[in-house]
């Protein structure tokens, strides 16, 4: 059996992180090849030492006070298990990780094939990279599957630094297409764009992981990355309009002063919650992600603006565009006017997903083969 190893992200604590790492394991094992994602923690410890809690002015502590105190008056907060709890419990039930290694050239001894991806481990910033996510260390075959570049542009110095380590792998493969067109520029190989990890199974087969229902009636389900006051607004009013509570996880305390409740929520959680919300509202990829597997109604908000340096819409641009959606995605212009959200093809969605997966698993398995 050919044994292969995932360089990914795995400490971070983030729905999509730990759910494109469980789905590219759980294809290649049914794909009938050994894997397990190599435990990052070392690299990350190191490059990211313990961040200090964040600091919040007087009027959002009083704020989120006062909000806790309304919601503990009606029962509202679950006490426990925590959201850490619930992202341990997912790791340790679901995943199949390597932590046995000192070094990573150790890990040489023990694979046939290393894979770089999913999630944005190609981001050209100083404070993501590290050579070891470009299987710097590996001496048997490389390839990659699905990294996101998750920018623009890509700096002179990024493109001196990342150039060779991109020219030793065997096979590479990005997420979106402006992260081919970005590393076409400078290195002369072959890149395929494939779907995102996330984007192989089925909700069928997401159903396995997933938690029952988190919340009993009709509900929206709110979840934001960052905090945008007239994306909360939209939300909010669309929701009340709609007769649904607003449901939010406890990633962005601010939220919980604009929400009815708030859960505490690992990645079988965040499935549940979008399986079974009547509507969703998301600035994620995989929250659009999970939306669109599970035939929901939906908006996704522009996170980033177009003209900024750190912009990483193309992921989502990408995604609407080749399933040829239209509509969904708004800005705040869009928002404070009020637009309506316009409805998808879901019988078409799934079968455009259907041809693009097949040729996804295609090419992880050509690329480990061959």
């Known amino acids: 059996m050919i044994r292969t190893a995932t360089i990914t992200w795995i400490t971070f604590r983030n ?12 294809v290649l094992r049914g794909m009938g090849y050994d894997n397990r994602i190599i435990d990052d923690k070392p690299i990350i410890d190191k ?7 964040r600091k919040l002015s007087l009027y959002w502590k009083i704020r989120i006070r006062l909000a806790k105190i309304y919601h503990n008056i009606i029962g509202d907060i679950p006490r426990k298990p925590t959201s850490e ?39 050209p910033n100083e404070e993501v990279f590290d050579p070891y996510f470009y299987l710097n260390f590996a001496k048997k075959k490389k390839i990659s599957y699905a990294p996101s570049v998750g920018a623009s542009e890509y ?37 395929e764009v494939v779907l995102d990890p996330t984007l192989l199974l089925r909700a069928e087969e997401w159903d396995n992981v997933a938690a029952g229902p988190v919340f009993r009636g009709k509900y929206a389900f709110l979840y934001m990355l960052t905090y945008n006051e007239n994306y909360i607004n939209f939300a909010m009013h669309d929701a009340a309009k709609c007769g649904l509570r607003l449901i939010t996880v406890s990633n962005e305390p601010r939220l919980i002063a604009f929400t009815d409740k708030v859960v505490e929520a690992g990645p079988s959680e965040f499935i549940s919650l979008i399986k079974y919300a009547d509507f969703v509202y998301t600035d994620s990829f995989h929250g659009t992600v999970f939306s669109l597997l599970y035939h929901k109604k939906f ?25 040829d959606i239209q ?3 708004l800005g705040e212009k869009e928002c404070e006017a009020g637009v309506i ?12 997903l259907g041809k693009y997966r097949k040729l996804s698993v295609e090419y992880l398995n050509n690329s480990i083969l061959n």
Request: no cysteine; hydrophobic share 35%.
């Open 299 to 323: 908006v996704t908000f522009r996170r980033f603006q177009p003209d900024s340096v750190t912009n990483q819409n193309s992921r989502l641009e990408n995604l609407f565009n080749i399933l």
């Open 85 to 123: 709890d619930l992202y341990q419990k997912f790791r340790n039930q679901y995943l199949l990780l390597d932590s046995d290694f000192i070094k990573p050239e150790d890990l040489n001894e023990r694979y046939d094939v290393f894979i770089a991806g999913s999630d944005q481990i190609w981001y």
């Open 47 to 53: 490059k990211f030492p313990p961040a200090p809690p």
């Open 155 to 191: 700096p002179k110095a990024f493109i001196h630094r990342s150039k060779p380590l991109l020219e030793r792998f065997d096979h590479i493969s990005v997420r979106e297409q402006m992260g081919k067109n970005l590393l076409s520029s400078f290195i002369d190989k072959d890149i």
């Open 327 to 329: 509509g969904t995605f």
């Open 15 to 26: 729905y999509g992180t730990f759910l494109q790492a469980y789905a590219l394991q759980h």
């Open 341 to 352: 959200p316009l409805a998808y093809d879901k019988n078409s969605v799934d079968e455009k």
